[in-house]
């Protein structure tokens, strides 16, 4: 069975960070680009940001670009984000995705599993 656990979302208040993992069980992710997603209330789930396979790619939204860093670490079967300089429009669930592309996938259908969500309250 396979599972996507994301850890890390939390409370904290504007301009702080927060650090996002995702540990994948089940599948090695080694074959897999990753995507992070997020769902704020009364919104469609959207593309933050993803990264290749080997992680030599990375893709951001334009609203999180220069803010968010997404990394991988394959033996670990584990995505991370690291989220700097937060807004009070970042508070969303936070949901990390497995596609099995050698691209990086920005539509919700090219991803294979998904996460439960994780939250993530950014307070002005």
């Known amino acids: 069975q396979v599972q996507l656990v994301e850890t890390g979302g939390g409370l904290v208040q504007a301009g702080g960070s927060l650090s996002l993992s995702c540990v994948a069980s089940?599948?090695?992710?080694?074959?897999?680009?990753m995507g992070w997603y997020q769902q704020a209330p009364g919104k469609e789930r959207e593309f933050v940001a993803g990264?290749?396979?080997?992680?030599?790619?990375?893709y951001y939204a334009d609203a999180v670009k220069g803010r968010f860093t997404i990394s991988r670490n394959n033996a670990k079967n584990t995505v991370y984000l690291q989220m700097n300089r937060l807004k009070p429009e970042d508070t969303a669930v936070y949901y990390c995705?497995?596609?099995?592309?050698?691209?990086?996938?920005?539509?919700?259908?090219?991803?294979?599993?998904w996460g439960q969500g994780t939250q993530v309250t950014v307070s002005s």
């Open positions: 990264i290749s396979w080997r992680g030599r790619s990375t």
């Open positions: 995705a497995a596609g099995r592309t050698y691209t990086i996938p920005t539509d919700l259908d090219e991803y294979h599993y």
């Open positions: 089940g599948v090695a992710i080694d074959k897999y680009a």
